[in-house]
């Protein structure tokens, strides 16, 4: 009971201050620290109204707890909490990128740094997630930066439409030039959604008034009227994530309840994948299995969801590339051609192995001249 918070929230009546002095009576006796019990604002301005407006403020900071890695409780709190976090995101940056080894930093920054902050965007709503995406992409672009040598802060802003093209591209798959760092701006629009999706099974148990399952344990009906406040943020970012992937699998006119039901789908769709990959058989070609090897690994709805934006990004990036070399060529100039023919021959399922060896086998290991040299080889 000593490690346990007890969070006191506003009933559906009010107390009176006889009452709430009894509720915590029985809280203490129960073996609670009273330390631990965390009191309401609102009930405490109901209870003893002459409790001062910087008190109130305070205990609104305060009236919270930590589960499982995720905060709960007063937007106060939560934003309180994820600021002191948004910190320690940013002490991280800094020892990452003065760890002396650029190979591993990226290993670091690819397969655990974002995994952090992507779990941070699944589980905290996208109203307090998404207000530090801007921070995110901020710190993402000081580790992509620090990969081509550059590792001061004035450097990156000096350099600035530079660092936010190798910024642009690291976010693409290793298979198609990039170096696989997720666009956090783009995960936050779904994420959260995502999470939700996935665990709608579990919740229809405890919202059975929200949530309405079949016998099969398939979604039937959802309400959006249950939670009005969170089914609009919801469906607001999923209509930020159309505009950005309009050939993905939202629609402008989708409501709260089909944005769930298309990411129940989208979950429930690729989970066949893994079997008909199998059934194939040694009829594939050694790319075609390393590519179904792959979707098995990844194919989540969050994963789908940002594979059709990097489908649509890939093309805006060739695009816009292309459109450098004609416009150089025109003046003789040769440069931005080589550029883009050097980033065409790094798009196959093999170029950029190199990024997914790991670094075990001594083998592997890379100087910081040789990683370097690289990354630099693959800008467009």
């Known amino acids: 009971m000593k490690k346990s918070t007890y969070l006191m929230a506003p009933g559906g009546s009010r107390l009176s201050q006889r009452e709430f002095f009894e509720r915590i009576n029985v809280l203490v006796s129960l073996g609670l620290p009273i330390d631990n019990i965390k009191v309401h604002p609102n009930i405490i301005s109901c209870c003893q109204p002459s409790t001062l407006p910087t008190t109130l403020t305070e205990r609104s900071v305060q009236w919270g707890c930590k589960i ?3 905060f709960v409780g007063t937007d106060e709190y939560v ?29 670091l920054h690819r397969f655990c740094y974002d995994a952090k902050v992507n779990y941070w965007l699944r589980t905290q709503l996208p109203c307090h997630g998404n207000r530090f995406v801007d921070g995110f992409r901020e710190q993402q672009m000081r580790l992509v930066a620090s990969y081509h040598g550059i590792s001061e802060k004035s450097e990156i802003e000096s350099n600035w ?16 030039g990039g170096l696989a760092i997720r666009n956090m701006g783009v995960v936050a629009l779904t994420a959260f959604a995502c999470s939700l999706a996935a665990s709608l099974k579990h ?3 405890i919202f059975p008034e929200w949530i309405t399952l ?19 943020q919801v469906l607001q970012y999923a209509q930020q994530y159309q505009r950005r992937v309009p050939q993905g699998v939202f629609k402008e006119s989708d409501c709260f309840p089909a944005i769930l039901k ?3 789908d989208l979950e429930s769709s690729d989970a066949t994948a893994p079997r008909e990959t199998q059934s194939q058989g040694s009829s594939q070609s050694p790319s075609s299995r390393r590519e ?23 093309q805006r990036l060739l695009a816009r590339a ?26 196959n399922d093999d170029s950029g192995a190199w990024l997914t060896a790991g670094a075990s086998p001594k083998m592997f290991e890379m100087s910081n001249s040789e990683f370097v040299s690289a990354i630099l080889g693959g800008t467009p």
């Open 262 to 264: 298309t990411i129940v």
């Open 322 to 347: 292309k459109a450098r070399v004609d416009a150089s060529y025109e003046v003789g100039c040769h440069h931005e051609r080589v550029r883009y023919r050097n980033w065409l021959s790094s798009i």
């Open 214 to 232: 079949g016998q099969q344990g398939n979604l039937l009906q959802i309400s959006h009227d249950a939670s009005p406040e969170l089914s609009a």
């Open 68 to 70: 499982l890695g995720a």
């Open 79 to 107: 934003l309180h909490q994820l600021n002191d976090k948004m910190r320690k995101i940013n002490h991280l940056t800094d020892v990452l990128i003065r760890y002396p080894k650029h190979q591993f930093r990226y290993y």
């Open 292 to 314: 179904g090897l792959r979707s098995i690994r990844s194919r989540t709805s969050q994963a789908v969801l940002y594979s059709d934006f990097v489908k649509e990004e890939l």
């Open 203 to 205: 919740m229809a148990t």
């Open 161 to 176: 439409p530079i660092a936010y093209e190798w910024y642009e591209k690291a976010i693409l798959p290793i298979e198609k």
